[in-house]
């Protein structure tokens, strides 16, 4: 992987998180139903993400922002 696919890789990652940061601490939903919105944006964006390694992904920033 070349130093460009990874810039672009991880400012894709880091967009992701904090787009999902900010939609948990303002949405109107409950929790659940904003994780489960977050992990479905998720697995259109990067159809290659496993769904194990995504719900980790997804638990541990509802837990940064509850913190």
Do not use: Q
Not at 55 to 63: H, N
């Amino acid at each position: 992987m070349n130093s460009n696919t990874a810039t672009l890789a991880l400012a894709l990652f880091g967009g992701i998180v904090i787009g999902a940061a900010l939609g948990v601490a303002f949405a109107p939903k409950s929790g659940a139903e904003t994780r489960d919105d977050i992990r479905d944006y998720i697995l259109k964006k990067l159809p290659g993400i496993k769904k194990d390694k995504l719900d980790l992904l997804v638990e541990e920033i509802a837990s940064e922002i509850k913190s």
